[in-house]
């Protein structure tokens, strides 16, 4: 079955950069129309979208946010990394990365359980 | 603020039938599908409709999602006290500014 899994550092502190991994299985990130999203959700607060990354290496950023983000994969190791630059306590927040596949629209379809990054000095 | 339009709450009691809207622009809802997530306390998003009114396996037919013009809605019917959750809406974005997934603000749904 699908599965992804979100991992990387609780904690962080201001200015510092966060690095998140996506390790996937179920599907290979080289499946044709077939990639990953990142999705943040500030506590008590709404989805916002990221980026996402495609098997034909295909990337695209949220425009609030595009100068601070980078979005990689690694199709051997079926994992997705996101590093966002210059974290800010406005930053803390559950990260998710969820399937994303290109068929009916862009569909976000499973979701990892997420991960809590608290950014705190 | 969200570029979706959501009512932050909604509430019904058990049998009845409630309704959650999403309202967007030409950019999104007007040219793309829309999904609708739920989000049970402490976890994490999942599926519940997809391309404005499919629903994956598994998703009971008591939920059913519409879409007209820019505007699109998720029906709740026989509401059960396990449908309290936050539910989200979701479309593509072709905004020349920057296209990507753009969501609701989320809607509380209490089972009364």
């Known amino acids: 079955q699908v599965t992804l899994k979100e991992s990387g550092p609780v904690l962080v502190k201001p200015t510092e950069t966060l690095t998140l991994t996506c390790t996937v299985s179920g599907f290979s990130l080289s499946n044709a129309r077939m990639g990953v999203s990142w999705i943040r959700q500030p506590p008590g607060k709404a989805l916002e979208w990221l980026a996402h990354?495609?098997?034909?290496?295909?990337?695209s950023y949220s425009t609030s946010l595009k100068s601070r983000l980078t979005i990689s994969k690694d199709t051997s190791k079926s994992q997705v990394v996101l590093t966002m630059t210059n974290m800010d306590p406005v930053d803390t927040a559950t990260y998710y990365c969820a399937r994303t596949v290109d068929v009916i629209g862009r569909l976000l379809d499973y979701w990892g359980q997420g991960t809590l990054v608290t950014v705190s000095s | 603020q969200s570029v979706l339009t959501q009512p932050p709450s909604a509430s019904g009691t058990p049998g009845q039938r409630v309704t959650i809207s999403c309202s967007g622009s030409s950019s999104n809802i007007g040219s793309n599908t829309v999904n609708w997530y739920q989000q049970l306390p402490g976890t994490a998003p999942k599926l519940l409709i997809y391309s404005n009114n499919q629903r994956p396996s598994g998703v009971p037919d008591r939920f059913s999602g519409s879409k007209s013009g820019t505007s699109a809605s998720l029906a709740i019917s026989g509401l059960q006290s396990e449908d309290e959750a936050d539910y989200y809406c979701a479309a593509w974005d072709d905004s020349l500014n920057g296209p990507g997934v753009v969501f609701g603000g989320g809607t509380k749904l209490t089972v009364l």
């Open positions: 990354i495609f098997s034909n290496d295909e990337k």
